[in-house]
């Protein structure tokens, strides 16, 4: 290392004259950061990676950006290219703030290749292009002619080749193929060179020089390779935060007595460390610093100095001054009007963006059938396993009327003459097998009931051995009965009601099955069939089956449950793939808004749910013939609803997690919560007044109670019970992408 920090202390030290800052003096640099400050983490703990830098970036130059991993690089360029909100400070890119009217940045103006690769590696490098060029406003043959150039430029496999099935380096090649494709103002490049071959990356770097040379063209480069920033116009020196110096290669190593820029680099932080910075009555005393010196002190207590110090910018660098401290008067934007704010949907950008959805649906044509399949399939499972009565429920019976003339009710059954006096139990048992259950027969009451505690049946019968002469004698003497009659007229039932949906329907079945049995008598004998009827009389009901179905209840609120939730997937995982793949945040620095990738999705993901919901309602109703009175066009456009309303709701959670794990535990947790307090699978008059005012306020309470009027009913849009449905859901729909189209405007890091 050329001279010592104590020899470089004894340097004169030049008087800078401070200059007042201005916004047009800004304006002029292609990048002017001023007193920047970014943090993360919470306000008690914070963690500082940008501490009031300084930057400035002049029209057609290079500028090398050089730095550790970690001292903020990254941070700055996303801050420059408007994704991520300083803390403090302020940014002028090409003549503007980034994210004001007319600025545009983000947009065009700017090409930027992130750090990560950010493509998507389904697409082949010519579909990466056109989708790129499209953004950018280039026509298809634009984007062709230029294709042609870049794949020989950067040495580049066939046009043809998936993304995918490159190399790491190619595909950092087909990244900066992107990012320069349509000649921007200002070429933002993050490690464009790692892994790169020398010879190309020597003509990259030629290539830089020449487009730079007319002055309308900026390049920012950040890499680890110090040394090939020597061709760089201007360079910048960063370490924790903060810029070390800022001039021309040539200057730094003349300037610190230094034969590379890495013995430069070396010297700032070492003297950074050392903490020997002086400060003066205006500004801070710069040690080891030769007249045209642009280093900033480098102890940490001090305000870092630009390396063009401020906006005082000359070439001959004659002219050096500071940074002003006095803050700059607010600029007048002008209003915008109405018609401008609804012009939030460009015409190139949707073209790109749909294409882009559909071609990834076409490369993976196997995971959209199984989307498009799978309500169909949860449905077809929902028809055949839930609502219908449980077969081979079995009984413990003790016939204690089977005598030496019977042995079996089967003997009884091939034996019956109609006679009304003999075997009434086993007339009984065969009006109740009617009804599908099955029959243990037992020899006493102690085996019939253990049989049912140890779980092998579901109830046990016990008929008296003088049952039907008991139950005759009932009859005809009315009140005069004994009591000995009466308990020997009696059938004893002894339930498991562990399970109360099977315990309630063997005991509706043992109750219908006497009906019968009592209807079967009074045919056998002179009693009229009426008088043996219970005196209630349950008339046709005004809606539903006499027997109501479980699966005509619950079938409404599962229809849309499944269109719901798995919309909620299915956008929720398009766009959390696009974000962790990095292509959302790189299409967002080109110009795209936020709303532009919702309503894209919104196309791309309508055109699947509708199939869905033709699939899920032809399986329903056509094929396994559930109740359906209202109209199916009525019915269709609810489901349709109800599918953009998960879509939206999968916007939300795309939106507000950071990755597929927080989302998927965000959709989880909003299943169950829905499924249960929405009257989907028990009715909202049986739950706790509380969660009754809560389930009206949920996206598919409303919807259910109306799809289910429709459907059991037929009611029609005149009804409020339908009409409700239909205004909540538009209202959910419209909740939720104000909250997604919010979150993405202002969710900037």
């Known amino acids: 290392m050329a001279g010592t920090v104590e020899e470089m202390t004894e340097l004169p030290r030049k008087v800078l004259h401070p200059q007042q800052s201005t916004i047009w003096t800004r304006k002029q640099h292609a990048v002017c950061v001023r007193r920047a400050v970014k943090r993360y983490g919470t306000k008690k703990c914070p963690t500082t990676i940008l501490n009031d830098l300084n930057m400035t970036v002049p029209r057609g130059k290079i500028y090398g950006l050089l730095g550790a991993s970690g001292c903020g690089k990254t941070t700055l360029l996303s801050c420059i290219v408007g994704r991520r909100r300083l803390n403090a400070g302020e940014i002028w890119v090409l003549g503007g703030k980034p994210g004001s009217r007319g600025s545009g940045v ?8 992130p750090q990560e690769i950010a493509l998507y590696g389904e697409f082949s490098i ?4 056109v989708y790129f060029g499209w953004i950018s406003g280039m ?3 634009e984007v062709k002619q230029k294709l042609e150039f870049l794949l020989k430029f950067l040495m580049l496999p066939p046009a043809s080749r998936l993304v995918k099935n490159l190399s790491g380096g190619q595909q950092r090649r087909v990244s900066f193929a992107a990012a320069m494709l349509h000649d921007p103002e200002l070429l933002i490049l993050d490690e464009p060179t790692v892994g790169v071959d020398p010879v190309l990356r020597q003509s990259i770097w030629d290539h830089l020089v020449e487009i730079t040379k007319d002055g309308s063209r900026t390049v920012i480069i950040t890499t680890h390779y110090i040394e090939e920033t020597r061709q760089a116009g201007m360079v910048g020196l960063m370490r924790g935060g903060r810029f070390l110096a800022e001039d021309s290669p040539e200057n730094l190593m003349q300037q610190y007595n230094s034969e590379t820029l890495e013995d430069v680099f070396l010297k700032l932080s070492v003297m950074q460390n050392m903490n020997k910075r002086r400060r003066s009555g205006f500004m801070q ?9 642009t280093s900033e002190g480098p102890g940490d207590d001090c305000s870092e100095i630009s390396g063009e110090f401020g906006d005082a910018i000359q070439d001959d660098k004659s002219v050096i001054g500071v940074v002003a401290t006095e803050p700059l008067p607010p600029e007048v934007e002008p209003e915008t009007t109405f018609c401008e704010h609804m012009k939030f949907l460009q015409k190139n950008h949707m073209k790109a963006l749909i294409w882009k ?22 449905m077809i499972i929902f028809c055949l396993s839930i609502g219908h009565d449980p077969q081979g429920l079995k009984f413990a019976i003790v016939n204690n009327e089977l005598n030496k003339n019977f042995t079996s009710c089967q003997e009884f059954y091939q034996a019956d003459t109609g006679s009304p006096n003999e075997q009434l139990a086993c007339l009984y048992l065969k009006h109740l097998k009617n009804r599908n259950v099955e029959f243990i027969d037992m020899l006493n009451e102690t085996e019939a009931e253990e049989e049912v505690r140890r779980g092998h049946a ?5 008929f008296p051995s003088n049952f039907s002469e008991s139950l005759w004698e009932r009859v005809e003497l009315g009140n005069s009965a004994t009591n000995s009659i009466l308990d020997f007229s009696n059938i004893k039932v002894v339930m498991d009601m562990s399970n109360q949906q099977i315990g309630q329907l063997l005991n509706r079945d043992i109750f219908l099955a006497f009906v019968e049995f009592a209807k079967d008598i009074a045919n056998r004998s002179d009693l009229m069939e009426k008088a043996a009827l219970p005196p209630i009389r349950i008339n046709e009901p005004v809606y539903g089956d006499k027997i109501p179905n479980f699966t005509d209840f619950a079938a409404p609120g599962v229809i849309l449950t499944v269109i719901f939730f798995l919309s909620v997937a299915s956008t929720s995982g398009a766009i959390l793939m696009e974000r962790n793949e990095g292509l959302l945040e790189r299409s967002l620095v080109l110009g795209i808004t936020g709303p532009e990738i919702l309503f894209s ?24 013939a559930l109740t359906m009175r209202g109209n199916i066009i009525t019915v269709l456009i609810l489901v349709i609803l109800t599918g953009v309303c998960g879509m939206a709701f999968g916007f939300v959670v795309s939106c507000s997690c950071e990755n597929e794990r927080n989302a998927t535990y965000m959709a989880l947790g909003s299943f169950l919560p829905i499924v249960m307090l929405c009257g989907i699978i028990w009715p909202i008059e049986g ?33 409020p019970s339908v009409y409700y449905g239909f205004i909540s859901t538009a209202g959910w729909i419209g909740l939720f992408m104000s909250i997604s189209i919010l979150t993405l405007k202002f969710k900037k890091g």
């Open 126 to 129: 010519k579909e990466t292009l």
């Open 285 to 293: 005393e710069l040690i080891g610093v030769k007249e045209e010196t």
């Open 601 to 624: 999705h919104v196309i791309t993901q309508f055109l699947i749910m509708v199939g869905q919901a033709f699939l899920v309602l032809i399986f329903t109703f056509a094929i396994f």
């Open 139 to 141: 026509t298809t043959s």
């Open 458 to 462: 579901w109830g046990s019968l016990q």
């Open 687 to 719: 739950m706790h007044s509380s969660l009754q005012f809560i389930s009206m306020f949920l996206p598919l309470t409303k919807s259910t109670e109306s799809l289910r009027s429709m459907l059991q009913r037929g009611w029609d849009f005149s009804r």
């Open 106 to 113: 983000p947009g065009p103006r700017i090409g930027y290749m």
């Open 357 to 378: 959805n559909f071609l990834w649906m076409w490369r993976n044509v196997g995971v959209m059938a199984f989307i498009v399949g799978l309500p169909v399939i949860e």
